[in-house]
């Protein structure tokens, strides 16, 4: 069955970096669009980065641009997120996305487990 396993999460300073890591298996990956989501205690999850099926495109949500960059791996099956110039806004549990078709059309298919991020000021 499909799994999405995150990877990555932790405790930082504002500034600071971090790598997330979402490997994937159960379906045929380098298919698939894929993307991050976050949901910060008492807030929705919220869309956060994505990338087309062969990596050559990328979009993201306006809070993370210029900061965060998603790529992928598609030979080891794995998504990352690389996060910089962290935030304490940016704390919360980070999700791991498989689209059900192009990530502009915005339908998820599955999710993973999370892996929290927590950003101190």
């Known amino acids: 069955q499909v799994q999405l396993v995150e990877s990555g999460g932790g405790m930082v300073q504002a500034g600071g970096s971090l790598r997330l890591s979402c490997a994937a298996s159960?379906?045929?990956?380098?298919?698939?669009?894929m993307g991050w989501f976050r949901q910060a205690p008492g807030k929705e999850r919220e869309f956060v980065a994505a990338?087309?099926?062969?990596?050559?495109?990328?979009y993201y949500a306006d809070f993370v641009k210029g900061r965060f960059t998603i790529s992928r791996d598609n030979v080891k099956k794995t998504v990352f997120l690389q996060m910089n110039s962290l935030k304490p806004e940016d704390t919360a549990v980070y999700y791991c996305?498989?689209?059900?078709?192009?990530?502009?059309?915005?339908?998820?298919?599955?999710w993973g487990q999370g892996t929290q991020v927590t950003v101190s000021s």
């Open positions: 996305a498989r689209y059900r078709g192009t990530y502009t059309e915005g339908s998820v298919a599955d």
């Open positions: 159960g379906f045929f990956f380098s298919r698939y669009d």
């Open positions: 990338i087309n099926w062969s990596g050559a495109s990328t």
